[in-house]
């Protein structure tokens, strides 16, 4: 979720297949795909612009930009009736309009095959190069004055063999690391001590208790091996990060259906530091996989994964990363797909008191204006809540763009014509989603106030406090379809209970907030889906006021506050 590559852990390298190229899902060649003799090439390419409402990532001081993004990219591809061999390059290339310090070029090149030595036996491997940048959000951000730049060179080989119900799979991996410096204000950040090589091997022993469902086993070994012999402490005396552990799992693999396929593991991992002074991490493993095709216009993937990753936070030999993530991804029509996707990270640093939970979730869609060219939407929030207050962040990003894929990507149920023809207007009737509409709402919700500023005698604050209750409104608006296009107005009100106090002794502070009523409104933009569902985007302001107590040796005072949004 942090999208930081430089912190993957070494795992059992997987054999290429239909479904499973370069990890990314191969796409059907008989539409989105050149034919070039034996090989199948997919060129595209797309232009966004970005919002990004925070682009440090910081609790405080939040600073936004627009950021411009060109992101090519090529996949070629073999169809072979025996054996595969891929190719993927790609790029993305940032322009900030006002901070210009953070522009970036990220680009990538892999490759992969497999050898089928028989019907039940291969070889395979693969090997990939990127020049990619650490984002503000990661963990092990050092926040200099331009991103933190480093090259991933990685590889991985393996064998496959079936015997009957029986199979088994053996691979290595290999990956280096090699971080630039960057400088900051008061000097530079000599990230050398962050090179380093990672090695891998990895076996895998299944058995099919039917055609439909198979147990394994399965034990990887790694080991992380740093340039410098005392490297990576972010203040504090320098440590000795280089590494060595394993993890063990049993778990099945179940094909319930055609369209429906889950993976779940449980197991044990171990990593050993060379210092004494970094925690060793014991800790159960587990993970999951969910595959399922809900119809024929719904596809809904899943995952569940734990790791040990490398940081360079000081006191912390590492941190146990366990994730879990969603994506639906619906085609309401032809030309028109929309996605929704959840995620969320459980961040625990070994050997310190810090504990980051990080959750990620938006929504977007993709929509085929002509059989070769799309245009994009996308939103994504992103929130760091940490039991160190200085780390926290929201982050808004807001993105649209424009792309072009060669051949077509798109040919609807008939010829490119009918396609780019298609009539999924309305009738010109009254629909469902024309007129005036009133409604209610009760439920549960929080209050949260983040403080950071001086604080007594040159001092300072960062600190969290939250509560919650319960809260009621209503809201009323009109809306009016155009064909298919529907516009609306709405108005809302809230009354909360929401609160949270925070008190000591009698003669020390006493202090409130509690969150009383809003109010807002707002415009509604959205696309009627045959009188069946309405699709909408709602943009507004909304005025909420919170009332403060505060008590000080027991002299109290109250503030009435209104905050508009």
């Given at each position: 979720?942090?999208g930081?590559?430089?912190?993957a852990?070494?795992?059992l390298?997987k054999?290429?297949?239909?479904?499973?190229?370069?990890?990314?899902?191969?796409?059907s060649?008989?539409?989105?795909?050149y034919r070039?003799?034996?090989?199948?090439?997919?060129?595209?390419?797309?232009?966004s612009?970005?919002?990004?409402?925070?682009i440090?990532?910081?609790?405080?001081?939040e600073?936004?930009d627009?950021?411009?993004?060109?992101?090519p990219s090529?996949?070629?591809?073999?169809?072979?009736?025996q054996?595969?061999?891929?190719?993927?390059?790609?790029?993305?290339?940032?322009?900030?309009?006002?901070?210009?310090?953070?522009?970036?070029e990220?680009?990538?090149?892999?490759?992969?095959?497999?050898?089928?030595?028989s019907?039940?036996?291969n070889?395979?491997?693969g090997a990939?190069?990127?020049?990619?940048?650490?984002p503000?959000?990661?963990?092990n951000?050092?926040?200099g004055?331009?991103?933190?730049?480093?090259?991933e060179i990685g590889?991985h080989v393996?064998?496959f063999?079936?015997?009957?119900?029986?199979?088994?799979?053996?691979g290595g991996?290999?990956?280096?690391?090699?971080?630039?410096?960057v400088?900051?204000?008061?000097g530079e950040i000599?990230?050398?001590?962050?090179?380093?090589?990672s090695?891998?091997?990895g076996?895998r022993?299944?058995?099919?208790?039917s055609?439909?469902?198979?147990?394994?086993v399965?034990?990887?070994y790694?080991?992380?091996?740093?340039?410098?012999s005392?490297?990576?402490?972010?203040g504090?005396?320098?440590?000795?990060r280089?590494?060595?552990?394993?993890?063990?799992?049993?778990g099945l693999?179940?094909?319930?259906?055609?369209t429906?396929?889950?993976e779940l593991?449980?197991g044990?991992?171990?990593?050993?530091?060379?210092?004494?002074?970094?925690k060793?991490v014991?800790?159960?493993?587990f993970?999951?996989?969910?595959?399922?095709?809900a119809?024929?216009?719904?596809?809904i993937r899943g995952f569940l994964d734990?790791?040990?990753?490398?940081?360079?936070?000081?006191?912390?030999?590492?941190?146990?990363?366990t994730?879990?993530?969603?994506?639906?991804t619906?085609?309401v029509?032809?030309?028109?797909?929309?996605n929704v996707n959840?995620?969320?990270?459980h961040?625990?640093?070994?050997?310190?008191?810090?504990?980051?939970?990080v959750?990620?979730g938006?929504?977007?869609?993709k929509?085929?204006?002509?059989p070769?060219?799309f245009?994009?939407?996308?939103?994504?929030?992103?929130?760091r809540d940490?039991?160190?207050?200085?780390v926290?962040?929201?982050?808004?990003l807001?993105?649209?763009?424009?792309g072009?894929?060669?051949?077509?990507?798109?040919?609807?149920?008939?010829s490119?014509v009918?396609?780019m023809t298609e009539?999924?207007?309305?009738?010109?009737?009254?629909?469902?989603w024309?007129?005036l509409?009133?409604?209610?709402?009760?439920?549960?919700g929080?209050?949260?106030?983040?403080?950071?500023?001086?604080?007594?005698?040159?001092?300072?604050?960062?600190a969290?406090?939250?509560?919650?209750?319960f809260?009621?409104?209503?809201?009323?608006?009109?809306?009016?379809?155009?064909?298919h296009?529907?516009?609306?107005?709405e108005?809302?009100s809230?009354?909360?209970?929401?609160?949270?106090?925070?008190s000591?002794?009698p003669?020390?502070r006493v202090?409130?907030?509690?969150k009383?009523?809003?109010?807002?409104?707002?415009?509604r933009?959205?696309?009627?889906?045959?009188?069946?569902a309405?699709?909408?985007?709602?943009?507004?302001f909304?005025?909420?006021?919170?009332t403060?107590d505060y008590?000080?040796e027991?002299?109290?005072?109250?503030q009435?506050?209104e905050q508009?949004?």
């Open positions: 979720m942090f930081d590559r430089a912190t852990q070494v795992s390298p054999e290429p297949t239909e479904q499973s190229v370069l990890s990314k899902q191969s796409r060649p008989d539409v989105s795909a070039v003799g034996s090989f199948l090439l997919s060129p595209s390419l797309t232009l612009e970005l919002y990004d409402d925070n440090f990532a910081t609790r405080k001081d600073r936004d627009f950021i411009t993004i060109l992101s090529l996949h070629l591809r073999s169809d072979w009736t054996h595969k061999f891929n190719v993927l390059t790609g790029a993305n290339v940032a322009r900030y309009l006002h901070d210009g310090l953070q522009d970036y990220d680009y990538w090149v892999e490759a992969d095959g497999r050898y089928d030595l019907g039940k036996a070889v395979f491997g990939r190069f990127s020049h990619l940048h650490i503000r959000t990661s963990p951000e050092v926040f004055i331009r991103p933190t730049i480093y090259r590889s393996g064998v063999r079936q015997w009957e119900d029986l199979s088994m799979r053996l991996t290999f990956e280096r690391l090699d971080f630039d410096d400088g900051t204000i008061t000599d990230n050398d001590d962050r090179d380093r090589n090695f891998g091997a076996s022993l299944g058995y099919a208790l055609t439909r469902y198979e147990a394994f399965q034990g990887a790694d080991r992380r091996m740093y340039d410098a005392r490297c990576c402490e972010s504090g005396t320098p440590v000795h280089d590494s060595q552990g394993f993890n063990v799992a049993a693999n179940l094909d319930f259906s055609e429906l396929n889950a593991l449980g044990y991992l171990s990593q050993d530091y060379v210092d004494s002074n970094l060793d014991k800790s159960l493993d993970g999951g996989l969910l595959r399922w095709r119809s024929p216009t719904t596809t734990r790791s040990v990753e490398e940081t360079i936070v000081s006191g912390a030999s590492s941190y146990l990363h994730q879990v993530g969603a994506k639906v619906h085609k029509l032809p030309r028109l797909t929309v959840l995620g969320y990270s961040v625990d640093f070994q050997g310190i008191r810090r504990l980051d939970h959750i990620e938006g929504a977007g869609f929509y085929a204006v002509h070769n060219f245009v994009t939407a996308d939103y994504q929030l992103l929130h940490s039991n160190v207050p200085t926290d962040y929201f982050q808004n807001i993105q649209v763009g424009i072009g894929e060669l051949p077509a990507a798109f040919s609807g149920n008939g490119t009918d396609a009539n999924v207007a309305l009738p010109n009737t009254e629909t469902p024309s007129g509409y009133i409604g209610g709402q009760v439920g549960f929080g209050l949260m106030s983040e403080l950071a500023g001086p604080r007594g005698a040159g001092g300072t604050l960062d969290d406090f939250g509560g919650k209750g809260t009621g409104g209503g809201f009323a608006g009109y809306g009016q379809t155009f064909r296009w529907y516009v609306g107005a108005l809302e809230e009354a909360s209970q929401a609160k949270w106090d925070h000591g002794n003669d020390r202090f409130s907030v509690e009383v009523v809003g109010y807002g409104g707002a415009f933009v959205g696309y009627a889906l045959r009188n069946v309405l699709v909408y985007g709602r943009v507004g909304i005025r909420t006021e919170f403060t008590s000080h027991g002299v109290p005072t109250s009435d506050d508009t949004g």
